[in-house]
């Protein structure tokens, strides 16, 4: 795993998590100090800096598949909220990525653009990874349902039922090195469980993609969206704690603010 570490980067690095400690919402004037690659183009690119060392198939052909996957969800009409959405939001980011985020469902800005976590909680999100040392180019974000419920209500039983499977084999093809379930209903659906975030955050748990496979590193942590309407130091703490042990184990570098 590449740990070639620049100045620029670790300047941002600094800057991303003093901004997030204290407070600051504003979206990075200059995002992408480092050239931006768009997210369709990242996949090929199987020799970057953070690339997955433990999967097997290459980035390209894993590429190939995630889009199949794409295709058939903006097709699906499996569950009700087929017929509501105005875009289906399968995921995006890079084919092999380390680090695979998934949340909970599109809202009403990845639900008009087809993408997601591009609202104000994306913002977040952006903004925390980021803080980690990484572009939202480095990750693969997704959810656990891939079209909007309306009105952002919770995801349904039988609506989780249906779309897991698309989740499921996105999963399986990118075979992260450690998955973040952002909120309660992603970290409940991945890991099974009744309990709260409260209780699941800050440690890591493990995720089955299937037989005589290795299990994936689970972490949960809360959703950039309650992050939002909870901004208190102290849970913004949590979340750092949470993020700096995913960094920790990808053996990847810590911010220094993140040590304290
Ligand atoms: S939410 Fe999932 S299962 Fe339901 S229609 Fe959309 S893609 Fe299909």
């Known amino acids: 795993m590449g740990k070639n570490v620049d ?10 998590m003093e901004n997030f400690f204290t407070g600051g919402f504003a979206v990075r004037g ?18 970057g800096e953070f690339e997955n060392n433990q999967n097997d ?27 509501l959405r105005t875009n289906a939001v399968p995921g995006e980011g890079k084919a092999n990525a380390q680090i695979v985020f998934v949340g909970e469902g599109p809202g009403a800005d990845e639900d008009a653009q087809g993408r997601p976590f591009v609202g104000r909680a994306g913002k977040l999100l952006d903004k ?7 572009n939202r180019s480095d990750v693969f974000i997704c959810n656990i349902l891939k079209c909007r419920p309306p009105g952002n209500r919770d995801p349904g039983a039988e609506e989780i ?21 952002l909120g309660a209903h992603a970290a409940r ?31 949960a942590t809360y959703h950039p969206a ?35």
């Open 189 to 219: 659906t991945l890991l099974d469980t009744n309990k709260s975030i409260g209780q699941l955050r800050g440690q890591f748990h493990e995720y089955y993609t299937g037989i005589g496979r290795a299990a994936i590193k689970l972490m």
């Open 226 to 260: 309650y992050l939002l309407r909870n901004y208190s130091q102290d849970n913004r703490r949590k979340v750092w704690e949470d993020m700096k042990k995913v960094l920790a184990e990808l053996d990847l570098p810590i911010p220094e603010r993140g040590k304290k």
């Open 7 to 16: 100045i620029t980067k670790v300047v941002r690095q600094h800057a991303d």
């Open 57 to 83: 198939k290459p980035a390209g052909d894993i590429k190939i598949e995630l889009e199949k996957i794409a295709d058939e969800v903006r097709c699906c009409r499996k569950c009700g909220l087929g017929s």
């Open 128 to 134: 925390i990874i980021t803080g980690c040392g990484l």
């Open 161 to 181: 039922i249906s779309c897991l499977p698309y989740l499921q084999r996105q999963i399986e093809l990118i075979n992260p090195d450690v998955i973040v379930a």
């Open 30 to 47: 200059q995002r992408g100090r480092r050239e931006q690659i768009e997210i369709s183009e990242v996949a090929d690119n199987v020799t």
